[in-house]
T-cell receptor, first 113, second 113 residues
């Protein structure tokens, strides 16, 4: 019973173009969503988050969009750079006062020069 | 600017031995979370602790696994009588308050021979 789903295991994009990573969730109690970036043999690094009271949050090249009715969020990276190549995890929390995170399985992004 | 510290980074144990994983949260953070990542999987929540208290251990196996976060010193995740299925990357995260963004350490990679 996967509550956070990242259906694309991998994504390849050319440098300078837009990368769009998608995430779907099933638990309507989730009210806070985060994206983490992870390099091999390292811990996840926090990228950007969004609360359920918003539908968009932007930080530099990274923008997260939230569509609550569709239970869908996406991370846009523009312009993509080779250093963005990593695994991106979508995570969600909320409901009943819990603050633990539920993660998707990740999408590996490869940005080629 | 010290982030979350975990040690050891790599740990090799034989079946039946004990594994102790340590986590020092970021300065000013009193909430600690442990997650486990199996190969090709996302991170799975194990346990959430505040100083001297276990807040949520719903993700932790009932047997052989225990966690603590004493008043002084790091948080410890202890695995007794390890089995091959315990081989995974174990990540610790911390936050200043519950429900806030979690920041991850580099992880401990446990290999059970």
């Amino acid at each position: 019973d996967q509550q956070v789903k990242q259906n694309s295991p991998s994504l390849s994009v050319q440098e300078g173009r837009i990368s769009i990573l998608n995430c779907d969730y099933t638990n309507s109690m989730f009210d806070y969503f985060l994206w983490y970036k992870k390099y091999p043999a390292e811990g996840p690094t926090f990228l950007i988050s969004i609360s359920s009271i918003k539908d968009k949050n932007e930080d530099g090249r990274f923008t997260v969009f939230l569509n609550k009715s569709a239970k869908h969020l996406s991370l846009h990276i523009v312009p993509s750079q080779p250093g963005d190549s990593a695994v991106y995890f979508c995570a969600a929390s909320g409901g009943a006062g819990y603050s633990t995170l539920t993660f998707g399985k990740g999408t590996m992004l490869l940005v080629s020069p | 600017n010290a982030g979350v510290m975990q040690n050891p980074r790599h740990l090799v144990r034989r079946r039946g031995q004990e594994a102790r994983l340590r986590c020092s949260p970021m300065k000013g953070h009193s909430h600690v979370y442990w997650y486990r990542q199996l190969p090709e999987e996302g991170l799975k929540f194990m346990v959430y602790l505040q100083k001297e208290n276990i807040i949520d251990e719903s993700g932790m196996p009932k047997e052989r696994f225990s966690a603590e976060f004493p008043k002084e010193g790091p948080s410890i995740l202890r695995i007794q009588q390890v089995v091959r299925g315990d081989s995974a990357a174990y990540f610790c995260a911390s936050s200043p308050v519950g429900g806030d963004t979690q920041y991850f350490g580099p992880g401990t990679r446990l290999t059970v021979l």
